[in-house]
């Protein structure tokens, strides 16, 4: 089984509290015993995790990024798949909201969208098998915790996804720079999946054909788009703000 380094505090608290079991052991600084990592160390000493305090050159040598002093070599992190999906729409609340991700491949990018959908009560992010970001270390260290709460399903056929989403009574709601009705303009209210497409191609033509409405973000200055990940929070918090009038 290959194995992976899971690094920084917060995005391995995460993990401690909500999937344990897949940390094989954690390295953590020489010295390092302040009060921001001693509640991380008695939850892994309470779960039986082996801890091997490492000199900081080591650590430092062993990821890219700011580790805080502590890194977890672990399990990857678990995906799902149509059959997860499935079922989730067999049990979904009244209202649910998906984030859907079509063609982003950078792994910055998908963390910043998975912490932003979990503090948006996002119920999944779904994203095509192909031509996506796998869920990395470099994910979890971005997403904060984030991957390890809000489920990410891969499937083989978005099209056909989308059609099983409208089935079910979901909203297909695609962003696109020449929509006619704004973000602000657009009823976002109902059960709804939010397409964003990758930044500069947008979503492919296939997907556009399957949304619901095509919705843009109104942009007042001389450039023409945001970071992918930017502008799926301006849309997901636009969806919560009408949720919660």
């Not at 792994?107 to 912490?115: K, Y």
Request: hydrophobic share 45%; charged share 20%.
């Amino acid at each position: 089984m290959s194995f992976e380094r899971v690094f920084g505090l917060h995005a391995i608290t995460t993990l401690l509290e909500r999937d344990p079991g897949r940390i094989k052991v954690l390295f953590v600084q020489e010295g390092r015993e302040d009060a921001r990592i001693s509640p991380l160390l008695e939850m892994a000493i309470a779960q039986g995790i082996s801890i091997q305090k490492t000199a900081r050159k080591r650590l430092d040598d062993m990821v890219e990024g700011s580790h805080q002093g502590v890194i977890a070599e672990c399990k990857p992190i678990q995906t799902y798949d149509e059959s997860y999906l499935t079922a989730l729409l067999a049990k979904a609340p009244t209202n649910p909201l998906f984030l859907i991700l079509d063609g982003v491949t950078d792994p910055h990018n998908l963390g910043a969208c998975l912490r932003t959908a979990e503090a948006a009560g996002v119920l999944a992010v779904i994203a095509p098998r192909d031509k996506s970001a796998p869920l990395n270390a470099t994910v979890s260290k971005v997403a904060c915790g984030a991957a390890e709460i809000v489920p990410y399903i891969q499937v083989t056929n978005l099209a056909r996804t989308l059609q099983s989403l409208q089935q079910a009574g979901v909203w297909i709601t695609g962003t696109a720079g020449e929509a006619e009705q704004t973000l602000f303009e657009a009823d976002l209210k109902g059960p709804m999946a939010l397409v964003m497409g990758a930044e500069g191609k947008g979503m492919r033509r296939l997907t556009r054909e399957h949304c619901d409405q095509l919705i843009k973000i109104p942009m007042l200055g001389s450039l023409t788009s945001l970071n992918v990940s930017v502008a799926t929070g301006v849309c997901l918090f636009e969806v919560l703000r009408q949720r919660r009038q």
